[in-house]
């Protein structure tokens, strides 16, 4: 800064070979230089700006703060390390020199920083004269100092020296019309001070303050502004406030070169479709890089800013990585998992036993996951992978425990049918030739066959590692199948063994001599002795027959079989219902069927319908005369009940009882009406005798014929009716 003309232009061409607009010699003296100007020093390092500032008229004014060369004058102290201040040689010492005024609005404006720091001032005497710059100097920095202590001052920096606030520093050129070979070689030795003049102990004032290049431009036009505005200028504020634009610029551009980076885009787009390789590494790389560049770039900004941002940024990048990262894992996941299933397989396959396969499978890709997601880590963001690493255990427990239980299920069905072919079939064979020692062999088969199944199973669940309980439950359910099949099989024969029994008697025994040859009847033989030997031995098939004998124990069912069936018949002819029958008193089909025909309902519920019937029972009880429509109503269905044979047909199931009921039930009723007529014509012709086969039948059978007809034919198997019984054997 300087007075109007005073050849700052072509001092700062010379100085530092920029290019600003010089006055023409030739066109007088006026003002060249409007505003202010900057350029790049050329060849100083490190990049050197310099400004050109419009000059001062050299008028002491009361102007206010707004007048533009109050504003240029702060803007170029905030701004600047080195401000340089052209003066006349001739003005040192003088009460009117030009730039009196200038350094008082330099001290002045100084004071408005909010927090000023050292700024070297340079005064450049032009047109030096004789007087040597030593005998110069002391005289200017006396002027200088009447100048700062004439100007007022805040309380706070009332006494505060000169020195606080600026380096003075004095140099003197030979003037550049006159001299301008010295001057110019003054000037190149001026140059050379402004080579590394931030470095320690350089030109430069201190650093306080100061914004890095990147941010110079943004700063510079904020402090303008602010000025603009009157307002002071807070320069620690400040730089708060370009780190925080500026972090916030390079953070963002950093994200934004980051999503249109190829090497990102192509990742992502690779981990949609599969597992790439080499995931973490490549995007460990790509997000370095981002937030290594973001580093060069807002390293010289305020700290506390730099890094608030940087974490932002972090922050940005990783969640827009995270999808990829989730995916990748997915895939090492699902991969794993895969693996898993096939080594698990193969290792079955090759016959390692279940549980050891199961455990060392399971281990090996656990590993393999660790493995394979330590190489998708994100270094920047430690993210958690122990949630995909659970799920993968218990996708790979459930896999386990489902093929563990095809496999049980798988072996304890081969062994039930291994033991279905080796029971089934001899079983058959054995009853088939029924004999004494038929349930013996049967016996032994089964223990026999049911032991080296259950120990053949035994030795197979022993790799499965299974808690004794169930083992054994799994072997007693193999015993219970085992019993099961030989039930079954001769549950199976006994239906058939009517026929087999008719076999036994007749074509065998009763058609057959003792020697199998057929026999010819010639009427010596003891038909009543063969015919005994034939029934006994088809007792004796069906003795066999008749129980599961699983266990040794004794039984009687043969003896009792013959007692009742064979010596029963040969001795007594006449069989009454009073006689002790083994077979109706045994506990076999009989005692289900008279359960069966338990109708009474339960003691509780007689109970309850008495009590809450009782005002029904009373109104009964009150009018006798529905007490005999009850009656009357009450044997018609007796009647009908014990005329349809109703528990009878129900024994066979509901759906045949009740279509053998429709097809009685009208032919019945009729037959009821047609008899109560023929009891009606009765005493009209006064003849009972006229008809005595009809009385004689309804005497001894009490309703109809037809009653006693389909009794019979029900047979000993009816119901557990005592006369239905002994009608039926008298019939028979
Ligand atoms: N006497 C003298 N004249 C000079 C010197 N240096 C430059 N001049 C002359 O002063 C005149 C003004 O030069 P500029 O460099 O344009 O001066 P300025 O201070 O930049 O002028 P403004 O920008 O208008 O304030 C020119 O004619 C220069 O030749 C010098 O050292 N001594």
Known sequence: ?????????????????????????????????????????????????????????????????????????????????????????????????????????????????????????????????????????????????????????PEAHKETPLSEFFNVEVVALSSYEEKEEHFIEQVANLRQRFFHSIAPGGLAGDRRGVVPASGFSFSAHEIWKVIKENKDLDLPAHKVMVATVRCEEIANEKYSNFVANERWTDLEEAVQSGPVSGFGKRLNSILESSMSGYDDEAVYFDEGVRTAKRKQLEEKLLQLVQPAFQSMLGHIRSGTLDKFKDAFDKSLSGGEAFSS??????????????????????????????????????????????????????????????????????????????????????????????ESAVSGLSDALSGFEMDEETKQKMLASLENYARGVVEAKAKEEAGRVLIRMKERWFTMLFSHDSDSMPRVWTGKEDIRAITKTARSASLKLLSVMAALRLEEEVD??????????????????????????????????????????????????????????????????????????????YLLVKALWVQLDISGEFRHGALPGLLSLSTKFVPTIMNLIKKLAEEGQAPATNDSHQNPALAS???????????????ASSGVTSSGNETEYSSASKDE
């Open 1 to 153: 800064m300087g007075p109007q003309s005073s050849g700052k232009s072509t001092l700062l061409n010379h100085l530092f070979n920029t290019n600003f607009r010089e006055m023409d010699a030739f066109k007088g003296r006026s003002q060249t230089t409007k505003g202010i100007w900057m350029a790049r020093c050329a060849g100083i390092e490190p990049c050197t700006l310099v400004m050109d500032l419009e000059g001062t008229d050299g008028r002491e004014r009361g102007e206010d703060d707004t007048a533009f060369e109050k504003q240029s004058a702060l803007f170029a102290l905030a701004v600047s390390d080195i401000v340089l201040i052209n003066m006349w040689c001739h003005d040192i010492g003088r009460e009117q020199a030009a730039n009196k005024p200038l350094l008082k609005t330099v001290f002045q404006v100084m004071m408005r920083l909010f927090s000023p720091r050292k700024t070297t001032l340079m005064f450049v005497i032009r047109d030096k004269t004789r007087t040597p710059l030593e005998n110069l100097e002391p005289v200017l920095r006396e002027d200088i100092q009447k100048i700062w202590d004439s100007v007022p001052k």
């Open 357 to 450: 396969a199961a455990h060392h499978c399971s281990t090996t890709c656990m590993a393999m996951f660790d493995e394979g997601s330590a190489d998708v880590t994100v270094e920047i963001a430690n993210w958690d992978t122990s949630k995909v690493r659970d799920k993968l255990q218990r996708d790979i427990d459930a896999h386990i425990a489902s093929v563990r239980a095809a496999k049980l299920s798988e072996l304890t069905s081969s062994f039930e049918s291994k033991l279905n072919e080796a029971l089934s079939g001899p079983v058959e064979a054995l009853l088939d030739g029924a004999s004494s020692e038929t349930w013996p062999a049967i016996r032994k088969l089964h223990q026999c066959e049911t």
């Open 556 to 633: 009687n069912i043969e003896k009792t079989l013959s007692a009742a069936l064979v010596d029963a018949t040969s001795t007594t002819t006449d069989k009454s219902i009073t006689k002790f029958d083994p077979l109706a008193s045994s506990t076999w089909e009989q005692e289900a069927n008279k359960r069966n025909n338990n109708w009474l309902p339960p003691p509780w519920a007689i109970a309850a319908l008495l009590i809450l019937g009782f005002n029904e029972f009373m109104t009964l009880l009150r009018n006798p005369l529905y007490l005999i429509i009850i009656f009357v109503g």
């Open 697 to 711: 039948k309804s005497n001894r059978n009490g309703v109809s014929t037809s009653d006693s007809s389909s009794s």
